[in-house]
């Protein structure tokens, strides 16, 4: 008897934007039920290929076979039709409409809402996937927010369903109750094309994984048999660098210090920091691990000034009282910052990278008499594009033509490349592929080698257990006392990170 | 008796002030929420004014005069969607074109019935109207356009937050990339509510030039379509908000009148101003807070809509 046809299957799939080739002859088989994984890094084309599959874009060549007969996905309503289901990466949720009028919205008409409540109230049983109809979505946190894209998929009871990049916003606990629903799903037929750079994950939950490398197929492999070393090979095509800490200086002054800062968040729902000490030398990393949401956004704002403090004594740069001051008196002190949102805080999306050079690095003998020194400000951009291998059109493309992971790695060297005493870098590699994350995790390790201090919040435990010298963890607004790396372990930090999160699962009930 | 009279005069009165502010600012409302923030609505009124007062002078009969001044704001605002939506022009400046346009326009169009006498509407249904005792009188100048003004908001009202249509429109004006990628039409569903907004000024036009003065004369709308828009926003879109702005905007204006007639001693300078400032005074202080403003006001007013694949 002839096996079934499978769900999906791309052949010779191109895609061309403007003067690059997004997708160049690409093949993807998915079988009923299976849960495959699509990698590759940040610009190999796998935005573009779902986008393919869900009717976002057209191919410009290539066949799509749907269980066995050729169709064409003319629109995202043609996608849905055929049981194609997809969970962004960005959600696609409207902030100021409640969790059932925004499924509602992505179903078609069918029926009132309160049958569309009781409906959603049913899968969220099954499923174990909690959610309450009523809220309005800019209350939920992004696990919340995940879950209702999740239920509005099922509840059209697709045959495929796309995740894109789903737990980049997940706690550990949030991404394995995901797995349970994903294992589910696949038992019950649903197929699964699961796009993820998180190459444990795709060891766990996948059966077999397709490999994408600028546009064109890399190959495929069964990630239960492949090591994390091989797929990650495949990504990036070559050998995988390792990063490597330099000896660490002893005992350096201390260039930031923390005192007993307590303050309340300027948010709604945010975090109070209570009575937090902190003390980090030249030449030191020390790692703030914790969940989002512990304070780590108010601890930052605190320490980079977005947020003056109320004793200036309780932030200390270099020795001096900086707890008064704004953003540029504390960068003139030698504080630098990258923070978490690369577009928007870290750069601007509509300005060229020179002037994203500029931004921060202005004080730097880039300006004269008031006027810019635009030569030097270009040899500053193109510097950073040559020592961080940005991929970038050059020195006049704009913050948003740049992948994140690009983008990501401009700002790292915009902020090292003036030299600061002390750096901040939240969530560096949040997002960002392989390659760019062991070149930024190089970055900060060399930087501290050479005489600055490194301040890290991170929630990737491996992260900052690979290059901190010192780990503290945030939660509830309190930081633990930093410990040595060497003498505690994932385990411990993990208890520490603990205490608030247990209370999380249990209201979420995943 | 007489306090009865009274009552009733200003009731009435108050009505038909607030009738062409609540036709013209539910278009509003509606054009606002999916997104498109046409600041033409004083244009477009006058074309209707004048458009309207025409057919029907033409014709004899206020149903057509109506229809045609309602089609006269839709076709103008048919000019603004193409601009903004279609060509991706900038909606602010073409909103004010548009506005300096309806105001030329329809002077021009207008400039040959100026000064013609009209029956009003309500005199137009009940020829008998001055044999009738005082307060009948006074309540058959309420004619169906104002009863059309009672409805619209609360059928605006339930369109918006009890059909399916109405969520769409408040997605569409919520996240335009969003309801893009939900595969909703944001530009079908944006001319819609143009073209909506266009009739629903063009009626509120009209209703000026045949029942409120009831004739024909430059520039008569004085300002309304501006009022009109003020009171979309300072309402934070929501539509009880809007119906009561424009009572009470209507309410001051009679009364300003009355307090004139009264003999009050301020300058009536001071008294012109009530209206704007009454209005304004309470509708900023029923939607101070922020939490609410966030949650009712369009994300993406004003922003162009480009489907980028």
Redo the contacts between chains.
């Keep these: 008897m002839a096996s079934p046809p499978p769900r999906l299957r791309l052949t010779g799939i191109v895609k061309r934007y403007a003067s690059t080739l997004a997708n160049d002859g690409v093949n993807l088989t998915v079988g009923p039920g299976e849960i495959h994984a699509l990698l590759g890094e940040n610009g190999a084309g796998k935005s573009t290929l779902v986008k393919i599959i869900y009717g976002v874009a057209r191919p410009d060549a290539g066949t799509i076979e749907w269980e066995g007969q050729p169709v064409t996905i003319a629109d995202p309503n043609a996608a849905r039709r055929l049981g194609v289901g997809m969970v962004f990466q960005h959600f696609s949720l409207f902030e100021s409409l409640t969790v059932a009028e925004n499924i509602a919205l992505g179903l078609g008409a069918t029926g009132s809402i309160a049958e569309l409540t009781a409906r959603i109230q049913d899968v969220s049983r099954r499923y174990g996937l909690a959610v309450e109809p009523g809220r309005h979505v800019h209350h939920l946190s992004v696990g919340e927010r995940q879950r209702v894209e999740i239920v509005r998929c099922l509840l059209q009871s697709p045959r495929l369903l796309i995740m894109d990049e789903p737990t980049s916003v997940l706690t550990p606990q949030e991404a394995e109750g995901l797995f349970g629903v994903l294992r589910r799903l696949s038992a019950e037929g649903c197929s699964v094309l699961y796009i993820s750079h998180k190459l444990e994950e795709i060891k766990a939950l996948c059966e077999n994984a397709t490999v994408l490398r600028g546009g064109r197929l890399a190959g495929g492999c069964d990630p239960r048999v492949a090591t994390e070393q091989q797929m990650a090979e495949m990504m990036i095509g070559g050998a995988l660098p390792v990063a490597h800490r330099p000896a660490p200086l002893r005992e350096g002054k201390p260039c930031l210090e923390v005192s007993k800062l307590t303050m309340e968040s300027d948010e709604p729902f945010g975090t109070t920091l209570r009575d937090i000490s902190l003390q980090l030398r030249d030449g030191q990393i020390i790692g703030i691990a914790g969940v989002a949401g512990n304070g780590q956004k108010e601890l930052l704002g605190a320490l980079a000034g977005e947020r003056r403090t109320p004793d200036a004594a309780a932030v200390k740069v270099c020795g001096t009282d900086a707890g008064h001051m704004g953003p540029t008196a504390r960068r003139k002190l030698g504080l630098s910052f990258i923070p978490e949102e690369r577009l928007g805080r870290g750069a601007v999306a509509e300005f060229p990278l020179t002037e994203n050079g500029l931004l921060t690095a202005y004080p730097h003998g880039f300006v004269r008499a008031g006027l810019i020194r635009t030569g030097a400000v270009q040899k500053y951009a193109a510097g950073i594009i040559k020592r961080f291998a940005v991929k970038a059109s050059g020195i006049d493309a704009r913050g948003s033509s740049l992948s994140g992971g690009n983008m990501q790695k401009f700002i790292v060297g915009r902020e090292i490349g003036t030299n600061p005493r002390v750096l901040l870098a939240a969530h560096p590699t949040w997002g960002v592929d392989i390659g760019a994350a062991i070149a930024i995790r190089q970055a900060l390790m060399d930087l501290a080698a050479a005489g600055s201090g490194v301040l890290v919040v991170s929630e990737d435990l491996a992260e900052l257990f690979e290059i901190c010298d010192f780990i503290a963890v945030l939660s509830g607004g309190r930081l633990s006392p930093p410990k040595p790396t060497r003498q505690t372990t994932v385990e411990e930090v993990g208890l520490l990170m603990g205490g608030r999160m247990a209370a999380q699962e249990m209201a979420h009930g995943v | 008796m007489h306090e009865v009279e009274i009552a009733v005069a200003i009731l009435v009165a108050t009505m038909r002030a607030a009738t062409p502010l609540v036709l013209a600012g539910f278009g509003e409302l509606i054009t606002e929420r999916s997104g498109v923030l046409n600041l033409g609505v004083e244009g477009m009124m006058l074309m209707g004014a004048s458009i309207g007062f025409i057919g029907t002078v033409a014709t004899g009969s206020p149903v057509i005069g109506l229809l045609l001044a309602m089609l006269a704001g839709a076709a103008l605002a048919l000019v603004f969607g193409v601009l903004t939506l279609s060509l991706m022009a900038n909606q602010v400046a073409t909103g004010l074109a548009l506005t300096i346009f309806g105001v030329g326009f329809s002077a021009l169009i207008g400039v040959s019935w100026i000064g013609i006498p009209l029956q009003g509407i309500a005199t137009g249904i009940w020829p008998n109207l001055s044999t009738q005792p005082p307060i009948i009188q006074q309540l058959m100048l309420l004619d169906p356009v104002v009863w059309l003004a009672v409805l619209v908001p609360f059928i605006v009202h339930r369109f918006i937050y009890r059909t ?1 249509a109405g ?2 429109l ?2 569409v004006g ?2 335009h990339d ?2 893009h ?4 039409s944001v530009i079908r569903i944006r001319y819609l509510a143009v073209l909506f907004g266009g009739a629903m000024s063009g009626l509120a036009g009209a209703y000026l030039s045949l029942a409120y003065t009831p004739m024909w004369s430059e520039n008569m709308v004085a300002g309304r379509g501006w009022i009109a828009l003020a009171l979309v926003v300072f309402s934070t879109w929501k539509p009880a908000y809007l119906a009561l702005g424009s009572l009470l905007f209507g309410f001051v204006t009679i009364a300003q009148f009355q307090a004139a007639g009264l003999g009050l001693a301020l300058s009536p300078h001071l008294l012109a101003m009530l209206p704007y400032l009454a209005t304004i005074v309470v509708l900023v202080l029923i939607s101070r807070d922020a ?1 609410r403003l ?3 006001a369009p ?1 993406a007013l004003g922003r162009p809509f480009h489907a980028s ?1």
Excluded: F, H
């Design positions: 399916r969520l769409v408040r997605a919520e996240s969003v309801a990628a939900l595969g909703y939490t966030k949650l009712n994300a694949a």
